[in-house]
């Protein structure tokens, strides 16, 4: 079992940016991370990472990966008070990954499964389908 530590990985600008995601707690099998840099925790990045073992209804381990990214509201100083209002959040971008992996899958197995996902979200075709909104034909 991995001891809970910083999550440093780089956004998508043309100048990669390392974003560091700190740990911010443990609940239950749910372990949470957010990158602070921002300043304004309503619009705080977060990774949530969690493992459930098998049980006697499921004999899947199951992984899964949550990154929420929000975007905050664009703000105007034009208020009849000069004061600028408080930030809000406009939308969130979500990412979900599950891994479903067998009680008697194999450590090779479980490779094979984490490289081709990572694969797959470097191919053209996913990049356009997430980066470009653009459908496969």
């Known amino acids: 079992m991995p001891a809970i530590g910083n999550i440093v990985i780089n956004d998508g600008a043309a100048t990669p940016v390392a974003h560091t995601f700190a740990p911010v707690t443990i609940t239950g099998p749910i372990a949470s991370f957010a990158d602070r840099s921002g300043g304004i925790s309503v619009g705080y990045p977060v990774i949530s990472a969690s493992l459930t073992a098998p049980s006697k209804t499921s004999r899947l381990y199951k992984a899964r990966l949550k990154l929420v990214l929000p975007v905050l509201e664009t ?6 008070s000069g004061i600028a209002p ?4 406009a939308y969130d971008l979500t990412a979900d990954m599950t891994f479903l992996m067998p009680e008697r899958s194999t450590l090779q197995n479980r490779k094979d499964i984490l490289a081709l996902a990572k694969n ?4 053209a075709v996913v990049t ?7 459908t496969i034909y």
């Open 128 to 134: 356009a389908l997430v980066q470009n909104n653009e």
């Open 75 to 80: 703000i105007s100083n034009s208020t009849m």
């Open 86 to 89: 408080a930030p809000t959040k």
């Open 120 to 123: 797959l979200l470097a191919d």
